[in-house]
């Protein structure tokens, strides 16, 4: 299995996590984070901000949903505006499911 | 080593922190998340719940330790209905501790 | 790529951030956490703290860029007492840029 790390802007959300739902995956956990790029954060006028408020969603898929869920996010999150956000996807060396004991390597 | 992050129902936290203090790990960092599983969130009476708060914990163990880190956390974990929780285990490359310098490969 | 995961001091944050850029890297999400260590919290007079608040940060570099980067959250973050933190370092296995549709992989 994989496990796919999105950093995306807090207002993507609802498009985001719609699009993981039409391609079958339900399964997600978020957090909200703060964050900046290679853009060291944005200026409005006068002031800069360093971070900026972020989402984000981590989702753990098979590896042959892997290909679809980076699509599902990476059209949810899209503004085409520096600060869309970056994905990020590591190996799951082993998964577990507490209520049925059940355990999955890969 | 291995990166263990427990997603776990937030009134589980002491009975999974003490069940691992019981098999000698102490180190752990916690966070607030929210997250759903397969069955998208819960339905009480007329209201559907989309998402619900959890805990995510994570815990960096020895190769050797994971076995009995997965066990502890599982039977501190469990109630036995939907939503008690995925435990994700991920190899570490490399693990620095700040104060003493110290670096582990593994 | 590699995936840095550093649990400091809140009140090491800004040195940390600092050095980093300071040796050129300016991506960073943060987000506040609880832990502990190995010494279960800290003994301040008769009140035992079993847990405290941390900063996690993540930067996520390319393989050359890893020494430069724990060298510069090492720096940033120590104090010399217990609890200055824990950096560990995962593979990334591709990161996805949401704007541009890049991907990378290692």
């Known amino acids: 299995m994989k496990m796919i790390r999105a950093i995306i802007r807090t207002e993507r959300e609802e498009a985001v996590i719609n699009n993981l739902e039409a391609v079958g995956l339900y399964g997600i956990t978020k957090m909200p984070v703060m964050g900046r790029g290679r853009q060291k954060g944005i ?43 970056k994905i990020f996807v590591q190996e799951i060396y082993k998964t577990y499911t507490v209520r049925s004991g059940e355990e999955k390597e890969k």
């Open 43 to 85: 200026q409005v006028g006068a002031i800069r901000y360093d971070v900026l408020s972020k989402l984000m969603i981590l989702v753990a898929v098979k590896d042959n949903d892997c290909k679809k869920a980076i699509e599902a996010i990476e059209k949810g999150a899209y503004t085409g505006h520096p600060g869309d956000g």
